[in-house]
């Protein structure tokens, strides 16, 4: 339905769809890549802190404590770091901040459905560059590009990394214009851009406490960058609200991110269970792509995705089938627990029989 008070925006806008969000229980949800550990015991210490405290005041409208944390993780100044409410939103200004309405930027085809939703959104012109045959990113073909670039690495849905070197050519050849490297699954990979900040002043790196901090519900995500690149965020989100974050995600994100300890735990053992979960889907004749990232992109030779995906929710398991062009034979799974694994290859055995 369109209505003839909608502006040319709303009527050119088609909303991204997330994942099902079913709530059953029992359901074994392995189809948004969120953690399956909780965040660490110090977020719920300070959230329940702050809860007792301060909820009467404003939250710093800068953001000052938690950008100076971040960047100290990073070795980063805080004028490196700007904060918003998710890497969603972050994306959002990002598109604001630095593509604009005369120049296409491009990003891979098969790739983070929300970036074509944005473009059409903020009326930039956009050109989708087709994988290679082996689902890696062309990189020869965002050279040049007229008004920028931008993809996630790990690549989502296919979790595959793209090297450094390889980004450095993307980023040498782009000197004028904004490369923003969306790192949502960077911490069950290998090294981030982040190491490229000293050299590339169009270089916008955005990461999520999402997925390895486990904190998809509290809604953080953050960009490093240049100053320069980082101030037109900041002029972005105070036009819309300085106050984009509440106090109990600023006090949660800050004890999130000086937990190394628990991140590092967490995250090496989301890394051997997808190992081993590798192999073992592989030995049930699935073809998976390398995996960097806190899930799996899979096929298998026999079996159709779509009726996969269909019985495995039957069994209530939920897993990611996407029907586009190009992978609609593939289906996405989230690393869960090695007990949620075991629960899941023991259904496909009992669906595969
Ligand atoms: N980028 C990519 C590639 C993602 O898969 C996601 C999660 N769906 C996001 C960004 C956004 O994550 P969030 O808004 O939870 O930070």
């Known amino acids: 339905m369109a209505s003839k008070f909608w502006s040319e925006t709303v009527r050119r806008t088609e909303p991204y769809v997330p994942g099902e969000q079913l709530n059953l229980p029992n359901l074994l949800k392995l189809n948004t890549n969120e953690n399956p550990y909780p965040p660490s015991p110090n977020v719920t210490a300070a959230i329940k802190e702050e809860l007792d405290r301060k909820l009467q005041l404003y939250p710093s409208p800068t953001l000052e404590g938690l950008?100076?944390?971040?960047?100290?993780?990073?070795?980063?100044?805080?004028?490196n770091v700007f904060v918003g409410n998710g890497s969603d939103e972050v994306l959002a200004f990002s598109f604001m901040a630095f593509f604009n309405s005369t120049e296409t930027i491009r990003f891979p085809k098969i790739s983070y459905s929300f970036y074509p939703v944005y473009a059409k959104l903020f009326n930039v012109p956009?050109?989708?560059?087709?994988l290679n045959r082996d689902f890696t990113i062309p990189a020869e073909d965002f050279f040049q590009s007229e008004g920028g670039v931008i993809f996630p690495n790990p690549n989502a849905p296919t979790s595959i990394y793209m090297e450094l070197e390889t980004i450095k050519d993307i980023l040498d050849s782009n000197q004028d214009k904004v490369v923003i490297i969306d790192e949502a699954?960077?911490?069950f990979a290998d090294v981030s851009a982040v190491t490229?900040?000293?050299k590339y002043e169009n270089l916008l790196v955005v990461q999520t406490m999402s997925k390895s901090r486990s904190l998809a519900g509290l809604r953080i995500g953050f960009a490093l960058g240049s100053p320069e690149l980082i101030e037109a965020l900041m002029r972005i989100k105070d036009s819309f609200n300085s106050y984009t974050i509440d106090r109990l995600a600023i006090a949660g994100a800050e004890a999130a991110i000086t937990d190394t300890a628990y991140f590092n735990k967490t995250t090496e053992k989301i890394i051997n269970t997808r190992e081993w979960t590798v192999r073992e889907m592989k030995k049930r004749g699935f073809?998976?792509?390398p995996s960097s990232a806190n899930f799996i992109f899979v096929n298998h030779y026999h079996y159709a995705a779509e009726d996969l995906y269909k019985k495995l929710k039957e069994q209530l398991i939920l897993v990611r089938h996407f029907s586009k062009p190009d992978i609609e034979n593939y289906l996405r799974i989230t690393i869960g627990t090695d007990d949620q694994m075991n629960t899941l290859l023991k259904t496909l055995d009992l669906i595969m029989e």
């Open 287 to 289: 073809h998976v792509l």
């Open 196 to 198: 490229l900040l000293n």
């Open 67 to 79: 950008r100076h944390k971040i960047g100290d993780y990073y070795n980063l100044d805080t004028s």
């Open 126 to 130: 956009f050109e989708e560059v087709g």
């Open 185 to 187: 699954y960077i911490d």
